[in-house]
């Protein structure tokens, strides 16, 4: 006769415990989805392509990926001055796979409008990427080769001249908002769905002016399809070295240079948001790319995530008074 076979029934709470002392002992976290990151990581740039945005994480992206060992794949969401794809950020789900790539929109909007969100409640820092300032540039049909004659030109023609900007709330809106403040101007504002289709019709003549990032417009100035009349900023800027500041050409208090950073949704692990910090920040210390963001004017910044997250909400709260200062809308 044959003995009988004894089985042992295991439940799930048991096994789920052994598999997780098992991972306890290896050091490892428990997560259900294995480890982090374990699939490409989405990132939402909330304006058109060919902006400073969308050019700085492109730069930034290859680097990061080849040593976190998934890659960063850029979606262009642009709509509502950057509201849409900041959105569809906060609504993704908090795993470290959905992050925001953004410029100073995110820092200027709370001041300047209604938002369908708390900024400093829905998002995270994971690290400030990168400053530069902003630049002032013309279609060379303008006739003015400096600031000084443009604002003379723009005084003579009250309402006439116009400026693009990435959007209302970006930096290059704000920009010009205070140029008209500074100089005593009356140049009327049109806000697109980032730089890059701002760019596309200031360089076929259907916008006189427009305030952008030195990466947009740099190979456009060099080339002569666009002159270059001032940079924001106390110093010019390396890239740039031969377009005079504001402040040089007798303007002061057009302070409104651009800041990158990258977030995450507030909920996200903590140990999620520091695994794509070190990474974003290596690369940004990368010797072979920091040259190159240099040269395309953008000036690598980088540091700790709460160091970034402090920085979003003391940065939300300047801009917010000096908007209200300045009597700044959204258009």
């Known amino acids: 006769m044959k003995p009988e076979h004894s089985h042992t029934v295991i439940s799930r709470r048991q096994l789920l415990g052994a598999l997780g002392a098992s991972a306890l002992a290896a050091g490892e976290p428990v997560r259900a989805q294995g480890a982090y990151p374990s699939r490409q990581i989405r990132v939402i740039v909330p304006y058109g392509p060919g902006g400073g945005t969308d050019i700085l994480i492109r730069m930034i992206a290859p680097a990061v990926g080849a040593t976190l060992g998934q890659p960063l794949v850029i979606e262009n969401r642009p709509g509502a001055g950057s509201v849409l794809g900041t959105e569809m950020v906060i609504r993704s789900p908090a795993d470290g796979y959905t992050l925001l790539a953004i410029d100073s929109a995110l820092l200027t909007n709370p001041g300047l409008r209604k938002l369908p969100f708390d900024t400093k409640r829905e998002f995270t820092g994971v690290t400030m990427m990168a400053t530069a300032p902003v630049i002032l540039v013309v279609h060379p049909s303008v006739p ?16 006439v001249l116009n400026y693009a900007s990435g959007g209302n709330g970006a930096s290059t809106h704000l920009a010009g908002e205070l140029m008209k403040i500074a100089c005593g101007v009356d140049i009327a504002h049109i806000a697109y769905k980032g730089t890059g289709p701002a760019m596309t019709d200031l360089l076929a003549g259907h916008v006189q002016m427009q305030f952008a990032g030195i990466s947009s417009v ?6 002569g399809r666009l002159r270059a009349i001032a940079v924001t900023g106390p110093k010019r800027n390396p890239a740039m070295s031969a377009v005079p500041t504001f402040i040089e050409q007798g303007v002061k208090g057009v302070d409104a240079d651009t800041w990158w950073g990258l977030y995450a949704p507030s909920a996200t692990p903590g140990d999620l948001v520091n695994v794509i910090n070190d990474h974003v920040v290596r690369a940004l210390r990368n010797t072979d790319l920091a040259p190159k963001l240099g040269a395309a004017g953008f000036i690598p910044v980088a540091g700790t995530s709460a160091e970034h997250t402090a920085m979003m909400v003391s940065m939300i709260d300047r801009w917010a008074e000096v908007i209200a200062a300045a009597k700044i809308s959204a258009d």
């Open 144 to 159: 003015a080769r400096n600031l000084s004659e443009l604002i003379d030109l723009a005084r003579s023609k009250p309402g």
């Open 218 to 223: 740099r190979s456009h100035v060099e080339a």
